[in-house]
């Protein structure tokens, strides 16, 4: 059936509420190639927003989920358990970069993860406040859009947020905001509106992503792991995004020289089936009663399978070096444009955590060239996605397996289309 067809029927069947960003539809995917419908294909540089680290349909991946699937597909965790789901908790649980006895629980979505981590803290602390960032992105519940630092379109008509959230600067070079004011801000907050008594956490992503891929600094992490210890309060990473090698490390916060005491992770965990979780120290886990945490779907043996699958394929293709490879090579080509290109404002990058933010000829944030770059990108045959406060930011999000020829022709295009 043709795009126009189908566009229209999607209009007409699914709320506008949904976005979508391209008009084309997915047939089939291989690793880091995408196919559309009328037989298009498309280098895929967005990894269905970073859920795709080990690329689509990865060989282990799809046997593993195939070996669960002979088995079965469902008895919910909390009811009747199943091993496996304990093997992969072990598993996590020694990856994370949290020192002492550490537990896991599964969820099934990435905002599911932040209300659970937010629920383990509040039981933990009996307290209520918590303290997010400006350009944070951490969900569309209605709790997780409120920790949520950007209003259009997540906070748009919707009315009064949760209470008891509260949001400080992050550290933005192009906004000119430094660490010292992020800071400075919190102990402001402190003293205006809320004691930190009553704070229950504070939440962070080590690399914003939806915010426009801004890097924290090591030294800002070390102030708030020393506030959170000076005044009782946990510290959350918020490692949905960055999780899974994506950075050049299993997780982010292993860039860091502090821990944080409870880790939210999704996306990449299970190659694209949906799973989240929360790992975090063994004395904060334990802080919910019996039946305080779980989900119907929560940990789902399908998609645990190819958890599993997925930890083994980052540790024998060596992934996070890939990562940190691949990553410089795009950030050095984006670097030499930017030396003749005055509207590219800014490069940065982590590992493959790499943004591009352009600006228009007064210095100002130009959402519509990042937009047209990604339409201009979508012809030629490469998808990107965009990020940033004000929509100004390019991120990449491919798969760390892409081949290198493929990921070098998805360069030539984005260097083509950004010189002009």
Same mark, same amino acid.
């Given at each position: 059936?043709?795009?126009?067809?189908?566009?229209?029927?999607?209009?007409?069947?699914?709320?506008?509420?949904?976005?979508?960003?391209?008009?084309?539809?997915?047939?089939?995917?291989?690793?880091?190639?995408?196919?559309?419908?009328?037989?298009?294909?498309?280098?895929?540089?967005?990894?269905?927003?970073?859920?795709?680290?080990?690329?689509?349909?990865?060989?282990?991946?799809?046997?593993?989920?195939?070996?669960?699937?002979?088995?079965?597909?469902?008895?919910?965790?909390?009811?009747?358990?199943?091993?496996?789901?304990?093997?992969?908790?072990?598993?996590?649980?020694?990856?994370?970069?949290?020192?002492?006895?550490?537990?896991?629980?599964?969820?099934?979505?990435?905002?599911?993860?932040?209300?659970?981590?937010?629920?383990?803290?509040?039981?933990?602390?009996?307290?209520?406040?918590?303290?997010?960032?400006?350009?944070?992105?951490?969900?569309?519940?209605?709790?997780?859009?409120?920790?949520?630092?950007?209003?259009?379109?997540?906070?748009?008509?919707?009315?009064?947020?949760?209470?008891?959230?509260?949001?400080?600067?992050?550290?933005?070079?192009?906004?000119?905001?430094?660490?010292?004011?992020?800071?400075?801000?919190?102990?402001?907050?402190?003293?205006?509106?809320?004691?930190?008594?009553?704070?229950?956490?504070?939440?962070?992503?080590?690399?914003?992503?939806?915010?426009?891929?801004?890097?924290?600094?090591?030294?800002?992490?070390?102030?708030?792991?020393?506030?959170?210890?000076?005044?009782?309060?946990?510290?959350?990473?918020?490692?949905?995004?960055?999780?899974?090698?994506?950075?050049?490390?299993?997780?982010?916060?292993?860039?860091?020289?502090?821990?944080?005491?409870?880790?939210?992770?999704?996306?990449?965990?299970?190659?694209?089936?949906?799973?989240?979780?929360?790992?975090?120290?063994?004395?904060?886990?334990?802080?919910?009663?019996?039946?305080?945490?779980?989900?119907?779907?929560?940990?789902?043996?399908?998609?645990?399978?190819?958890?599993? #699958?997925?930890?083994? *394929?980052?540790? /024998?293709?060596?992934?996070? =070096?890939? @990562? &940190?490879?691949?990553?410089? +090579?795009? !950030?050095?080509?984006?670097?030499?444009?930017?030396?003749?290109?005055?509207?590219?404002?800014?490069?940065?990058?982590?590992?493959?955590?790499? #943004?591009?933010?352009? *600006?228009?000829? /007064?210095?100002?944030?130009? =959402?519509? @060239? &990042?937009?047209?770059?990604? +339409?201009? !990108?979508?012809?030629?045959?490469?998808?990107?996605?965009?990020?940033?406060?004000?929509?100004?930011?390019?991120?990449?999000?491919?798969?760390?397996?892409?081949?290198?020829?493929?990921?070098?022709?998805?360069?030539?295009?984005? @260097?083509?289309?950004?010189?002009?």
């Amino acid at each position: 059936m043709q795009n126009l067809d189908i566009n229209t029927r999607r209009q007409l069947a699914t709320p506008r509420g949904v976005g979508v960003q391209f008009d084309f539809y997915a047939c089939r995917a291989e690793n880091a190639t995408l196919w559309d419908n009328q037989g298009k294909e498309y280098i895929d540089f967005a990894g269905g927003i970073a859920v795709l680290a080990t690329g689509h349909r990865h060989p282990k991946v799809i046997a593993a989920v195939k070996d669960q699937l002979d088995k079965f597909t469902h008895t919910a965790f909390q009811i009747v358990p199943y091993e496996s789901y304990v093997t992969l908790a072990e598993k996590l649980a020694a990856a994370a970069p949290l020192s002492g006895l550490k537990k896991a629980a599964f969820f099934t979505t990435g905002a599911e993860a932040v209300e659970n981590a937010l629920k383990i803290a509040r039981t933990h602390t009996g307290r209520s406040g918590v303290v997010a960032f400006t350009g944070a992105f951490h969900g569309r519940t209605h709790m997780t859009v409120t920790l949520t630092g950007k209003v259009a379109p997540y906070k748009t008509s919707l009315g009064p947020m949760m209470p008891d959230v509260f949001h400080v600067p992050f550290p933005n070079k192009t906004q000119n905001i430094c660490v010292a004011d992020s800071i400075k801000a919190m102990e402001l907050l402190f003293k205006s509106s809320i004691e930190p008594q009553r704070v229950a956490a504070i939440i962070i992503e080590p690399v914003q992503g939806e915010g426009g891929f801004n890097i924290a600094a090591p030294e800002l992490m070390v102030a708030l792991r020393k506030t959170c210890d000076e005044h009782g309060i946990v510290l959350i990473a918020d490692e949905v995004q960055t999780g899974f090698a994506r950075t050049g490390k299993m997780f982010a916060m292993e860039h860091h020289g502090v821990e944080a005491d409870l880790i939210t992770i999704a996306k990449s965990l299970a190659g694209g089936l949906p799973l989240s979780g929360v790992v975090g120290k063994a004395e904060i886990m334990d802080a919910p009663a019996p039946g305080g945490l779980g989900g119907t779907y929560a940990g789902n043996p399908l998609a645990i399978a190819a958890a599993l #699958a997925v930890q083994d *394929v980052i540790k /024998e293709e060596n992934l996070c =070096a890939r @990562a &940190v490879a691949l990553g410089d +090579k795009l !950030a050095t080509r984006l670097k030499q444009l930017q030396a003749g290109n005055r509207k590219i404002a800014d490069v940065r990058n982590l590992g493959s955590m790499v #943004a591009c933010e352009l *600006v228009d000829g /007064e210095g100002k944030p130009d =959402a519509a @060239a &990042v937009s047209a770059v990604i +339409k201009q !990108a979508a012809a030629k045959g490469l998808l990107l996605l965009s990020c940033g406060v004000y929509g100004n930011v390019l991120r990449f999000l491919y798969p760390l397996t892409i081949p290198e020829a493929q990921f070098d022709r998805g360069l030539d295009i984005l @260097a083509q289309l950004l010189a002009k």
